[in-house]
C-alpha cells in the first residue's frame, strides 16, 4: 500500500521512485518556484519533474540547491523537447539541463513527446546516458503501445516508464495492460484532469464519504493504482492536502464507481494526432520563450 511519501516504486532497473512528485510545468516564476519547492520538501516531497520546454530548470536546480536536503534523497527528472530530438542534438540538451539544474546527473530522464522517426535514435543517445551513469533511469511521456513496439525493435535498454495522460476520465487501461507486460511503470501526468472531475456528483459522493476532498479522492484513487503521479500544486494548502492522501484509503466499491467514469476524454493532445500535438507544443513554447 502506498501510505506515506516515503513509498516508492521499483522501477525495472532496480532505482526506487516516489509515488507521488511535484510536476512544474507552467511555474516560471522565481518566487513561486522557490517557495513551492522549499513548501513541498516540508512536507515530505522528494520527487520534482521538470522538462527543458518549461523555461524553470534553472529555477528548480536553484532552490534545491537551497535545501538541506541531501542530494541522494531526491529523485530529480527532466524531459527532452522535440526541437532536441536526435543523437548528437540530446547529448548537448542532456549537458544544458544539467548546467541548469546544478546536478552531476539525472535521475530520470524522458523523451517528452513521439516524435515521428526521431525517438529512436534519440533514445540511443538516452542508452549511452545511461550506460556512462549520467542518468539513473530513462523513459519516455505520451507513448501508445505502437511507439513502445516501434522504439523495442531498435532498443537495448528497456524504457522505465512511461508517463501519459492519466485520470478518472481516461484510465489509460489498455495501455496499463502493455506496459505491466513488458514491465514498464506507468506514470501520470494532469492526474486532476485540469479540474473536470471536481463536480463530479461521484467523486463528491466518496469524498464526502471519507471527510476529504475531491481532489484527494482522484490523487488516492492514482495511489490507490500504484501510478507514479506528478501533482501541480504550488500553494502551501494544497501541498498539506497531499501530504494528507496517505491517511485514508478507497476500498473496492470507491474504486469501482471511479472505475465506471471513464469516457476517452482528454484534456492534452493526442500523440497520435501529430499535426495538433506539433500546433499545440509550438504555441506552448512561445509561451514560455
Known amino acids: 500500500m502506498v501510505n506515506s511519501f516515503q513509498s516508492r516504486y521499483r522501477l525495472n532497473n532496480g532505482v526506487m521512485i516516489p509515488y507521488l512528485g511535484m510536476g512544474v510545468f507552467q511555474v516560471t516564476d522565481q518566487q513561486h518556484v522557490a517557495g513551492a519547492i522549499e513548501k513541498a520538501l516540508e512536507f515530505g516531497y522528494r520527487s520534482f519533474d521538470t522538462g527543458a520546454v518549461y523555461n524553470n530548470e534553472k529555477l528548480v536546480g536553484q532552490a534545491i540547491s537551497r535545501s538541506d536536503v541531501p542530494r541522494d534523497e531526491l529523485f530529480i527528472s527532466s524531459k527532452i523537447w522535440n526541437g532536441d530530438q536526435g543523437y548528437d542534438k540530446v547529448l548537448t540538451a542532456f549537458e ?3 548546467e541548469n539544474l546544478g546536478v552531476d546527473y539525472l535521475d530520470m530522464y ?8 526521431m525517438y529512436t535514435e534519440t533514445w540511443r543517445a538516452m542508452e549511452r546516458l545511461y550506460d556512462e551513469k549520467m542518468v539513473r533511469a530513462i523513459g519516455v511521456a505520451n507513448f501508445k503501445e505502437h511507439h513502445l513496439a516501434s522504439l523495442a525493435v531498435k532498443a537495448n ?14 484510465p489509460q487501461n489498455e495501455l496499463r495492460t502493455y506496459l505491466a507486460e513488458h514491465g514498464i511503470a506507468h ?3 494532469s492526474p486532476l484532469a485540469k479540474g ?3 463536480q463530479n456528483p461521484v467523486i463528491g459522493e466518496i469524498a464526502a464519504k471519507h471527510g476529504v476532498h475531491v481532489d484527494q479522492v482522484i490523487l488516492r484513487w492514482h495511489m490507490e493504482r500504484k501510478t507514479i ?5 504550488i500553494s502551501g494548502k494544497r501541498m498539506l492536502e497531499n501530504a494528507q492522501l496517505f491517511g485514508f484509503s478507497l476500498d473496492a466499491s470507491d474504486m469501482k464507481r471511479i472505475g465506471q ?4 476524454k482528454r484534456v ?18 512561445a509561451m514560455f520563450s
Open 157 to 170: 535498454v528497456k524504457p522505465a516508464i512511461d508517463q501519459v495522460e492519466t485520470h478518472p476520465l481516461l
Open 96 to 98: 544544458h539541463t544539467l
Open 187 to 189: 506514470g501520470a501526468w
Open 268 to 285: 492534452g493532445p493526442d500523440p497520435d494526432d501529430v499535426a495538433f500535438m506539433l500546433a499545440s507544443m509550438e504555441k506552448e513554447r
Open 261 to 264: 467514469l471513464e469516457s476517452g
Open 196 to 198: 473536470a472531475l471536481f
Open 229 to 233: 503521479t506528478m501533482t501541480r500544486s
Open 110 to 117: 524522458l523523451i517528452h513527446w513521439p516524435l515521428t522517426e
